[in-house]
């Protein structure tokens, strides 16, 4: 006689024992070890943390229509400080910081902004500002030296108005009835009466584009110094040159390698100097003449050295092989003998600029070139304020008016 059971029998009564097992086994501390769930496989989705949005930062409502916002820049935050400094606004960017430079240098000219300090980099800091007035209005640019290791760059667009014409909003009253002085970057000259009449306007024009120190003197008839003549030069170049990024001179705040010994990177003028260099414009140990290995920043910028530096800037081509013989068959100087060689081809480029060259703008008609005189700064000036070749270039007087 056979005692098997059906299948179906035998797994129910296996299932009930099972049942009745674990339940009598509620209370057992070690099989609730045992039967305890576990707990990577029991966490609820609800408890992982979602990534919020960030909150975006809004433009402030007083922002002015007539500052252009950088296309490819996300606003980080804005500020109100007062009435002297303004509204900050701070923006960040995957562009360079010289396409920002060069974005917004190109932008004030195009519409007749005043450059009231072009970029440069201060001695105590890495940060480049540009400051610009339009009317009433005043804006900094201030740029951030980026680390080797950010792929963005950040910025800085803060922007006020003159108290008597316009008020801050929520700023606080101010009871001085004074308003903040205007006279910036040598605008309005007090002096120009000490320059001859028919090289005033040059030195005006160079003056209203922004070229020079802030200051309403300029004292036309003092020497300039060979350290000033470089920050001009490379300064009076790129703001004639403001809409044409292939023909300015860029500036090195941090070189691999110093030009000058007498030129450390504290120096004022040290990155437009360190620019010329880099470029090629003034000899040093950059260009293959380990000899130089000084710039004498204060020493008088002379006839010889005005030629030397600008006339490239000018034909932007390899310079004509110069010699004695040859300047004095063209200019004529009855000094010719006194000329540093290095010179020589410059003013041979020089002479065959016509009417713009350098010697006839700034020292008139004259048969004695005198090459190691000193240069008034009303002369360097008038060199500075025509730029080209053969009748193709740009003036100041150009770049004012927005042509190029």
Request: charged letters at 25%.
């Amino acid at each position: 006689m056979s005692f098997g059971c059906r299948p179906s029998v035998g797994l129910y009564l296996i299932a009930s024992v099972l049942s009745l097992s674990v339940a009598s086994c509620s209370n057992n501390p070690i099989a609730e070890r045992w039967f305890a769930p576990d707990p990577e496989l029991t966490e609820s989705p609800a408890t992982i943390e979602s990534p919020q949005e960030e909150e975006r930062v809004e433009l402030p409502e007083n922002f002015p229509e007539a500052i252009p916002p950088y296309p490819n820049a996300t606003l980080l935050a804005t500020e109100l400080k007062s009435a002297e400094v303004g509204t900050q606004t701070r923006w960040t960017t995957v562009d360079s910081k010289d396409a920002i430079a060069q974005f917004y240098q190109k932008a004030f000219q195009k519409d007749n902004w005043k450059i009231i300090k072009p970029l440069a980099p201060t001695p105590q800091s890495k940060d480049t500002t540009l400051v610009a007035r339009q009317d009433d209005l005043e804006v900094t640019l201030s740029l951030s030296e980026a680390l080797e290791e950010e792929a963005e760059s950040n910025f800085e667009l803060n922007y006020k108005w003159d108290s008597d014409t316009a008020e801050l909003p929520d700023a606080p009253d101010s009871d001085s009835g004074e308003s903040p002085a205007t006279t910036t970057a040598g605008q309005e000259l007090t002096d120009l009466e000490e320059i001859p009449e028919a090289t005033r306007q040059y030195v005006a024009d160079l003056a209203k584009l922004g070229v020079f120190e802030s200051d309403s003197t300029f004292e036309p008839n003092k020497p300039v110094t060979r350290g000033e003549f470089a920050r001009w030069l490379v300064t009076a170049n790129n703001l004639i040159h403001g809409n044409t990024p292939s023909k300015q001179i860029r500036l090195i705040p941090n070189p691999t390698q110093p030009a000058f010994q007498d030129i450390p990177k504290t120096h004022p003028n040290f990155a437009y100097i360190q620019g010329l260099a880099e470029a090629g414009l003034i000899s040093s140990r950059l260009s293959g003449d380990p000899s130089v290995v000084a710039f004498r920043p204060d020493a008088p910028l002379t006839r010889e050295n005005l030629v030397e530096w600008k006339v490239p800037l000018d034909i932007r081509q390899a310079l004509p092989t110069g010699s004695i013989q040859l300047i004095k068959e063209t200019w004529g100087f009855q000094d010719t003998a006194k000329i540093d060689p290095k010179a020589l081809k410059a003013l041979l480029a020089d002479f065959q600029n016509g009417e713009q060259a350098n010697v006839r703008r700034a020292f008139g008609f004259t048969t004695l070139f005198q090459p190691k005189k000193g240069v008034t700064r009303a002369e360097a000036a008038t060199a500075l304020w025509y730029f080209g070749y053969q009748g193709e270039g740009m003036s100041a007087e150009n770049a004012l008016q927005g042509k190029e």
